[in-house]
Nanobody, 118 residues
Framework: QVQLVESGGGLVQAGDSLKLSCAAS????????MGWFRQAPGKEREFVAA????????YYADSAKGRFTISRDNAKSTAYLQMNSLKPEDTAVYYC???????????WGQGTQVTVSS
């Protein structure tokens, strides 16, 4: 069983940066893909970024490309999402997810709120 705990959310202004962390515990090797997703009010949860076990492959939504960077430190069992040049439309609850593949994310954290003011 894998547990995920996100942290690092907060209230920032447009153009600011924020770094989210996702601490994993349990049998994390059983869920090699870790990703970030977000859900804005009234909208469905959407993919933001994902990284494979070794960190050698990363994947981004078009909205995140060039501004966000996903990484992981397996020694700390933690994945990160560095978010730069934040926009008001980035406002959402950000969730960390893990799974055996990008289409099989089945473990979720509780989410962390990110609010970007204009």
């Amino acid at each position: 069983q894998v547990q995920l705990v996100e942290s690092g959310g907060g209230l920032v202004q447009a153009g600011d940066s924020l770094k989210l962390s996702c601490a994993a515990s349990g049998r994390i090797f059983s869920r090699p893909i870790m990703g970030w997703f977000r859900q804005a009010p009234g909208k469905e949860r959407e993919f933001v970024a994902a990284v494979n076990w070794s960190g050698s492959s990363t994947y981004y939504a078009d909205s995140a490309k060039g501004r966000f960077t996903i990484s992981r430190d397996n020694a700390k069992s933690t994945a990160y999402l560095q978010m730069n040049s934040l926009k008001p439309e980035d406002t959402a609850v950000y969730y960390c997810g893990a799974g055996v593949s990008m289409s099989e994310i089945d473990v979720w954290g509780q989410g962390t709120q990110v609010t970007v003011s204009s």
